[in-house]
């Protein structure tokens, strides 16, 4: 069953797949919109064609989700742990089987290339796969009280939680955030970004074929509108969205109103700390992922890469040199390293920061233009050459905001207090990391990092078994890790008295 947008993948290539199935789906179906105004253009960024509309879900709509939701939850949350585990293991297994497919078209959709799509749907089935092991772990405890009375915990589901997703990592986010809301015993209603609207939507089928309740994870469609129809709904217990920090603050405010749980994944400007002890090769290598993955757009990203000055030319040369040897081109071919960013305001808006960089002193180490491949399918494509910026100071608005785009700016620096006092000046706190051989002074900054999680001699190393998660402005809350299960659960203290009631009255 869930193979059906999928069956034309092996043989597709791009420019070449129109989506015309409904997007939306709940009541273990996928359901049309109830009428088509408002629909939005969605686009291929590998080409710029549309691959097809999205219409955002009204009120009603909204409603008919969350009712569906809460009707399934009621009979999934009645089930034990290791029979959701059942479940949620063979969902897994479809995911796994189908990874090739649901890459695919990941790429059509969302433009990052193939190679880095298949990753991305491995760490999907993987957090299935490591939540559904927790399942049958949820307990309480068992407390004694004076005079034989006692008293235990019961770790009980929230309810109908809502995740809100992000257009970078559209099947992997969906993924992330059901996984632990399922195990816990809750329901899902689950929003993509409109602009990568295609891929939750085989998330739920394959979840229905593997045998939950029909209803436990819907997909509605829609902007800002439906998300806030989502988010002021009473039915709805708990709000997870990764996003941007303004959207973040708005879905905040919105779930404050009737005091719902909600957890923030949202931007970073993350450091990146080089000694001049480093491993060059790895420490070079380590600054290219942490800038160049998803053509840039990733949130926890190492942005601001801080240079020792010793070390800071051998640096430059090396790190210039291998970007300009990236690959970029059509996402669907495997020589292809870096794809087409998300949209065409968003190639417009890190060109921009290029720009505004240059105006304000930056020197432009390479790249920062758009690109043109070869191939004529992609002239209207979303490209531009990975970027290296040099001469930057702290000040600059390439160091201070969020790019999301491939573009790494360098800055260099002298002393340890005098770099992670510059790292921490920032209103953002996702990640960080050190490259160095000196383990003391390896723990000492990853100790001083005020972020969420702090890479030593790596970077962007995110397994699902690690909490991921941010301080300041980046968010609060975490994702991935044993440590979600608290997040998508509550605690009941029951008190048994098993003698006579003491009274004052």
């Given at each position: 069953?869930?193979?059906?947008t ?13 989506v ?16 088509e105004?408002?629909?939005?253009p ?18 009603e ?19 034990a ?8 293991l ?7 089987e189908?990874?090739e ?5 990941e790429?059509?959709?969302n ?52 995740g ?19 195990a816990?015993?809750?329901a ?11 891929t ?7 979840y ?10 819907c ?28 959207t ?8 404050a109103?009737?005091?719902k749980?909600v ?31 998803t ?11 801080f240079?020792?000055?010793e070390?800071?030319?051998?640096f ?21 390293r ?22 304000e ?13 070869s ?26 905001e ?9 800055l ?5 207090e005098?770099?992670i ?13 050190v ?6 002074r ?12 702090c ?15 941010g301080?300041?402005m ?6 991935n890790?044993?440590?979600?299960i ?9 008190v ?10």
């Open positions: 069953m869930a193979q059906s999928l069956d034309s993948m092996p043989g597709a290539s791009t420019g070449t797949v129109v015309t199935e409904p997007l939306n789906f709940w009541g273990g179906k996928r359901v049309k919109p109830r009428q105004k408002n629909a939005e969605v686009f291929e960024p590998a080409t710029g064609r549309v691959l097809c509309q999205m219409v955002p879900c009204g009120a709509e909204v409603d008919e989700a969350i009712q569906s939701a809460y009707a399934a939850y009621q009979k999934w949350s009645k089930m742990g290791m029979e959701r585990a059942r479940v949620m063979e969902a897994a297994r479809i995911i796994r189908r990874r497919k649901i890459a695919k078209l790429v059509i959709n433009g990052k290339s193939i190679i880095e799509a298949l990753v991305d749907i491995d760490i999907a089935w993987q957090s299935i796969e490591y939540y559904a092991g927790l399942a049958g772990t949820l307990a309480g405890q068992h407390i004694q009280l004076p005079g034989g009375a006692f008293a235990y915990t019961r770790r009980e589901p929230l309810g109908v939680c809502v809100i997703g992000a257009w970078n990592y559209p099947f992997q986010i969906a993924s992330l955030k059901s996984a632990p809301a399922l816990c015993g809750n899902m209603v689950y929003k993509p970004s409109p602009m990568t609207p295609v939750a939507v085989i998330l739920a089928e394959i229905k074929e593997a045998g939950v309740p029909d209803g436990l994870f997909v509605v469609q829609g902007g800002a509108e439906t998300g806030s129809l989502l988010c002021h709904h009473p039915k709805v217990a708990k709000v997870s969205f990764t996003g941007s920090v303004p973040g603050k708005k879905v905040m405010e919105m779930s109103k009737s005091v749980q957890t923030l994944e949202l931007g970073g400007k993350s450091p990146l700390i080089i000694f001049k002890d480093c491993e060059l090769e790895n420490a070079v290598k380590g600054a290219l992922m942490a800038n160049f993955l053509q840039g757009q990733v949130c926890c990203n190492g942005t601001r890469v240079v020792q000055r070390i800071m030319p051998q430059l040369e090396e790190v210039v040199k291998r970007t300009k040897a990236i690959p970029v081109g059509d996402p669907l071919l495997e020589s292809t870096m794809g087409a960013l998300i949209s065409k305001p968003q190639l417009e808006k890190v060109l921009g920061f290029v720009s505004q960089a240059k105006k002193g930056a020197r432009v180490l390479c790249g920062g233009d758009p690109f043109v491949p191939d004529p399918k992609l002239k209207g494509g979303y490209f531009m050459s990975p970027c290296v910026l040099d001469n930057c100071r702290d000040d600059m608005t390439c160091v201070k969020e790019i999301f785009g491939p573009v790494m700016s360098v260099p620096f002298d002393t340890e005098e770099v006092k510059r790292a921490n000046n920032t209103t953002f706190g996702l990640a960080s990391g490259f160095t051989r000196d383990i003391s390896a723990h000492r900054v990853a100790a001083s990092m005020e972020a969420g999680t890479f030593i001699n790596n970077y962007n190393i995110n397994p699902i078994e690690l909490p991921f998660g301080y300041k980046s968010g609060f809350g975490r994702e890790g044993q440590v979600t608290e997040y998508y659960s509550q605690l009941k203290t029951v048994v008295e098993m003698g006579d009631v003491e009274s004052l009255f």
